[in-house]
């Protein structure tokens, strides 16, 4: 049974057996966005619980104008966000992954080098991104790590593709600034 077609049912009778076989298709994705924002376990698995409930509540807002899956990333991307924005000190805990130094790299490799073997450099990108704001880490991430398309972001976002550049223009720009001075 397709995403949209259980969901129509799941609102329809209000059945939580049903809503256990979405949890089941999207758990995983949802633990693993979660723990990408608080990067501890304990915490992303009652994120991840807090979420599917908050989906079970909202099921019904759900209009089908995008797939299931994208509702559902979207959902889970806005929630963390607002949960590590509400969290001074989760802002500044946040996990994101680190590269080589960012100006020797064109826009589209210039994060998340899993294979980098400079520390120190590292140790300088992880101390800037944690100076920008969770806006702009969010951003970034969606683009560097996830590899959305501006499209995507556009639609995870509801913002418009030019917004969408020029958020992550000014993202890659305060963290230059912000990777300088932690230099």
Known sequence: MKDEELVSRIVSNNDTELFGILYD??????????YSFVNNEDEAKDLTQDVFLKIFVKLSTFQGKSKFSTWVYSFTYNYCVNYVSRNPIKKYETRFLES??????????????????????????????NEISA???????????NNLSIKNIEGLLGI????????????????????EMAC
């Open 135 to 145: 806006d702009d880490k969010s951003i970034l991430l969606l683009k560097y790590q």
């Open 25 to 34: 298709r999207f758990s995983k994705v949802v633990y693993n966005k979660c």
């Open 160 to 179: 418009g593709s030019s917004a969408v550049k020029m958020r992550i223009k000014r993202a890659r720009e305060r963290l230059a600034v912000s990777y």
């Open 100 to 129: 080589h130094m960012i100006e020797n790299y064109s826009e589209d490799a210039i994060f998340f080098n899993e294979n980098s073997t400079d520390y120190k450099e590292d140790e300088k990108l992880k101390l800037a991104l």
